[in-house]
């Protein structure tokens, strides 16, 4: 027998129509109301008994809900005392770096408390949708009971649903009781975290107002400073500042980085072994004879290891960008060990005393930067940067160290050039810091000094990559395809091309940034990439230009490079019929462009309304003066579908003679027997006679008139 009362018009009465909305559609099937004959009813009370259970383990114990509100009072009076430590903000005297410094670590708080969150979000997820299995399995055994109108059910059953739906009453209540409770501990993250962004924008305000007040004086001049009663406590005060540094990033370090840390750790290891490996193997590994190496890739194969080093560091840098102040510090002086022996086995010895002092002088530098308020002391250790810096760029100017190393005019004119400019800002940076301007001093000795740092490491980082390009195209796997084989210089040339833009415009951002203009420049650059202007009805952006074009220069470029694909590795190796990979070649280059205009259409964010539009006007534009290139662009279509003329047929049409070399989608290329390349428009192919030599077979009649003298012996 079966209990037959309508689920919908039951549902109605039982649950509120807003509760049903709130069911989400992957629980429909859990969650509905259903119907049970008597027999089913035993296989009823198994599901509820596995979801009471299943229920009962997501509830928190008190121990859990203490451990997760110790955690966010930790975390919060952690952060607190940090909000305390760093009204320093307000104070005249700070420093952008200290600014930096107090900016890195309000994300690396904001980054422990989103965290927290994502973790109670998680649970609370889990517990709101056990609640909402529970709440209906609930309904469903009522349902049972009162659709029950001939007593089918046995007294000893109705005992039984009446224990399990107290069951889940039970446990329904104490995941309401957790969801509270967590949900009022998401209530403070959320607050607390708007706490840190609005702290976050008073530091982003206060590094503005230092902008504009740059060349303003804070401080005393020096020599008055000298002058005052000295304090011994000075170094007591930068180590004990620098040891509170360095325990700060140890812990932001192993809360935030150490799986991506352990990750790179796998990944030297592994590029080390292979790297030592090949620079022992290459010579087999790669074709020597036909693609030579030269001395500077070859020094590069038989310095695995700092090339290793100096890769991986490399890969820190831009993969990690918010990694702790003294670890980047730390990083780019452990890249300046490689980084001189690669250039010292490339030029040999006539910069190496230059390089040597210049990693000195970064290795100083990295401990001033673990410091941050400005005082004698270490207004004195600027001033002797800034005394260095200018001596080394002089010295370099007038040696003429360089002159060997770069051939090119142009190139050693600039290098000397801001070796001046360097030295000016230099000499800037000695009268502001006698003046007591303190930050136009900082300001003008770490720019000429991370500067040039900064171009030799992307120029080394460039020959780096040109190497592994080169050697990555040689190697005899990669030659088995026809396509590099075919065209190794091309390819060679492009790449070398999109990781020296790709490399030095990544120069160009941390110069911006070591200059502090990168948000400026990147604001106005978003600006003028974003505000629109009308044209009519529609608003137009340079942003949306750019990617329209840049979207169907992609699909043009992925097209080419699939169409050199499939001639030279795909169609040799495949059996195919005689003008099929045209064909198929054709109607691939049609596709991909069409989908590529729509695609950057889409993307530039163009409705189809004004799609509509466009199109009506190209149809206008065929109408008026396009009607041969529209001819052309159908008559090719019909070549690819009749294949009338396939590629390497001999074809005659008029004064034309000779072989079909390629089937375009407006044009066709025939060679004539002279050895001169015809451009045929499709349409002449379609609309005139066009004699065919070798549709069905290459068997013809020739006629040779052969002349000879009257009264010749005719045998």
């Not at 074709?287 to 190496?293: A, D, G, N, P, Q």
């Not at 596709?591 to 259409?601: D, K, N, P, W």
Request: overall charge neutral; charged content about 20%; glycine content about 6%.
């Amino acid at each position: 027998l079966l209990l037959s009362i309508s689920i919908a018009h039951f549902g109605q009465e039982v649950i509120p129509q807003e509760k049903q909305e709130e069911i989400p559609p992957e629980l429909a099937d859990s969650v509905q109301i259903q119907s049970y004959d008597a027999v089913a009813i035993t296989q009823a009370f198994n599901k509820s008994n596995k979801l009471v259970t299943e229920s009962e383990a997501k509830h928190f114990s008190e121990q859990v809900i203490e451990r997760y509100m110790g955690e966010v009072d930790t975390l919060f009076s952690i952060i607190d005392q940090f909000l305390e430590d760093s009204l320093v903000v307000t104070s005249s005297g700070v420093s952008l770096r200290k600014l930096d410094n107090i900016s890195q670590l309000t994300d690396h708080y904001s980054g422990q408390l989103e965290q927290l969150m994502a973790r109670l979000s998680e649970a609370s997820g889990e517990i709101s949708t056990s609640e909402k299995l529970l709440r209906a399995d609930k309904e469903n055994w009522l349902f049972i009971l009162e659709g029950d109108q001939d007593s089918i059910i046995s007294l000893e059953r109705r005992l039984r649903i009446d224990r399990t739906v107290h069951r889940l009453d039970s446990i329904n209540g104490l995941l309401q009781s957790d969801l509270l409770k967590i949900l009022v501990q998401e209530d403070r993250l959320t607050d607390k975290l708007d706490d840190l962004t609005r702290f976050q924008l008073r530091i982003q305000n206060h590094r503005n107002l230092i902008g504009e007040r740059l060349f303003s004086r804070e401080l005393p001049g020096l020599v008055e400073c000298l002058l005052t009663s000295s304090d011994t406590a000075l170094v007591k005060k930068h180590i004990a500042q620098i040891g509170k540094s360095f325990r700060t990033d140890v812990e932001i370090l192993k809360s935030n980085f150490r799986r991506q840390l352990e990750a790179i750790g796998v990944f030297l290891f592994i590029f080390l072994v292979f790297s030592i490996w090949f620079s022992k193997n290459y010579s087999r590994l790669i074709s020597v004879r036909k693609y030579k190496l030269s001395d500077i890739q070859k020094t590069l194969i038989h310095s695995p290891v700092v090339t290793v080093i100096f890769v991986v560091g490399l890969l820190i840098r831009f993969t990690l960008p918010h990694l702790p102040h003294t670890f980047r510090s730390l990083n780019l002086v452990i890249m300046m060990v490689p980084m001189i022996i690669i250039l010292i086995r490339f030029f040999g010895t006539r910069i190496r005393n230059w390089l040597v002092l210049l990693f000195i002088l970064v290795g100083l530098t990295f401990l001033y930067e673990l410091t941050f308020d400005p005082d004698r002391l270490l207004r004195i250790v600027l001033m002797t940067f800034s005394i260095w810096g200018l001596s080394l760029f002089l010295w370099l100017y007038l040696k003429n160290p360089l002159s060997e190393v770069h051939k090119g005019k142009l190139i050693y004119s600039l290098l000397r050039s801001l070796l001046l400019v360097f030295s000016l800002l230099l000499i800037v940076s000695i009268v502001a810091n006698l003046r007591g301007a303190f930050r136009v001093a900082e300001f003008f000795t770490i720019v000429p000094i991370q500067i040039p740092l900064l171009a030799v490491g992307i120029e080394v980082s460039t020959t780096i990559a040109n190497t592994l390009i080169y050697l990555f195209l040689a190697s005899n796997r990669i030659q088995r395809v026809n396509v590099v084989k075919s065209d190794f210089k091309y390819i060679y040339r492009k790449m070398v091309l999109l990781a020296d833009l790709l490399l030095w415009g990544l120069f160009v951002v941390i110069s911006l940034n070591i200059f502090r203009i990168k948000d400026a420049v990147f604001g106005w650059a978003e600006r003028l990439f974003t505000d629109a202007v009308k044209i009519g009805a529609a608003e137009v952006t340079v942003g949306h230009i750019l990617i329209f074009i840049l979207v169907i220069w992609l699909s043009i470029v992925i097209t080419r490079g699939l169409r050199h694909i499939l001639e030279k590795d795909v169609f040799p190796r495949v059996k195919t019929a005689k003008g099929v990979p045209s064909t198929i070649i054709l109607f691939m280059q049609i596709i991909l462009v069409s989908a590529g205009f729509f695609l950057a259409a889409a993307a530039a964010g163009i409705e189809l309304t004004n799609m509509s539009i466009i199109l009506g006007a190209c149809s206008v534009g065929i109408g008026f003066g396009l009607q041969n290139i529209f001819n052309n662009l159908v008559s090719g279509l019909i070549l690819a579908v009749e294949r009338p003329i396939k590629v390497g047929e001999v074809v005659q049409g008029g004064d034309l003679i000779g072989t079909v070399l390629s089937i375009g989608l407006r044009s066709s290329n025939v060679k004539s027997f002279d050895g001169a390349e015809v451009i045929v428009p499709n349409g002449n192919l379609i609309s005139k006679e066009m004699i065919n030599w070798t549709l069905s077979d290459s068997s013809r009649r020739m006629n040779l008139e052969v002349g000879v003298a009257y009264g010749t012996d005719t045998d």
